[in-house]
């Protein structure tokens, strides 16, 4: 199986401030034959369901806030929150769908 | 717009079977492409796939639970059941049903249920 290791387990961030989640895979996730990482970031809040934030590792998905953002390839990828806000409070996974799917730990993300 | 819903019992007994329904609603399990996963996440761990059913009534399964999974689809009810059988406490867990919109071109989970937790328990 391909483990998603994520960095830190939990972060406190100042509103306004930049918050910045880490996501390793063991092995590469980039496909040569479309070019494309196949990593998702989702934003888990208490009692809600899931919520697609990225996919493709850097595509945002519809309605997300364009404060989120999504980068990195083959094996290294992090997910981006460029202003804090207080509704980003949340439990933030990454996923790779290479194979079939696994999960990153989670980053419990707070305010400082 | 796009809902799951898990549902089914909170608890069981060790050794007996699980099962839990995914209703959904917004899109149908006869759309070329699609597909509904089952996933769960056990108290302080990470999430982890179990089971996916898709339009073809293709199923997959974790290797580690396949000889104790089933995964079965109404079409006509917008519904995916999952079986686990031999449960265990450490199958104690939030049972998360999720839709992929397109095993090519969308291949990741975009609408997720709000989770159901089952406790293993005598």
């Known amino acids: 199986d391909i483990v998603m290791t994520q960095s830190p387990d939990s972060l406190a961030v100042s509103l306004g401030e930049r918050a910045t989640i880490n996501c390793k895979s063991s092995?590469?996730?980039?496909?040569?034959?479309?070019?494309?990482?196949?990593l998702a970031w989702y934003q888990h809040k208490p009692g809600q369901p899931p919520k697609l934030l990225i996919y493709?590792?850097?595509m945002r998905e519809s309605g997300v806030p364009d404060r989120f953002s999504g980068s990195g390839s083959g094996t290294d990828f992090t997910l981006t929150i460029s202003s804090l806000q207080a509704e980003d409070v949340a439990v933030y996974f990454c996923?790779?769908?290479?194979?079939?799917?696994?999960f990153g730990q989670g980053t419990k993300l707070e305010i400082k | 717009q796009i809902t799951l819903k898990e549902s089914g019992p909170t608890l069981v007994k060790p050794t007996q079977t699980l099962t839990l329904t995914c209703t959904f609603s917004?899109?149908?399990?006869?759309?070329?492409?699609?597909?509904v996963a089952w996933l769960r996440q056990p108290p302080g761990k990470a999430l982890e796939w179990l089971a996916s059913?898709?339009?073809?009534?293709?199923?997959g399964f974790r290797p580690s639970l396949q000889n104790r999974l089933t995964v079965t689809k109404d079409t006509s009810k917008n519904q995916v059941v999952l079986t686990l059988s031999k449960m265990d406490p450490m199958d104690t867990a939030t049972y998360f049903c999720?839709?992929?919109?397109?095993?090519?071109?969308?291949?990741?989970?975009?609408?997720w249920g709000r989770g159901t937790l089952v406790t293993v328990s005598s």
């Open positions: 999720a839709h992929r919109p397109d095993n090519d071109v969308s291949p990741y989970f975009q609408h």
């Open positions: 996923q790779q769908y290479y194979t079939p799917y696994t």
């Open positions: 092995q590469n996730i980039l496909s040569s034959s479309n070019n494309k990482n196949y």
């Open positions: 493709w590792a850097s």
């Open positions: 059913i898709n339009w073809e009534g293709q199923k």
């Open positions: 917004g899109f149908s399990l006869t759309t070329n492409g699609v597909g």
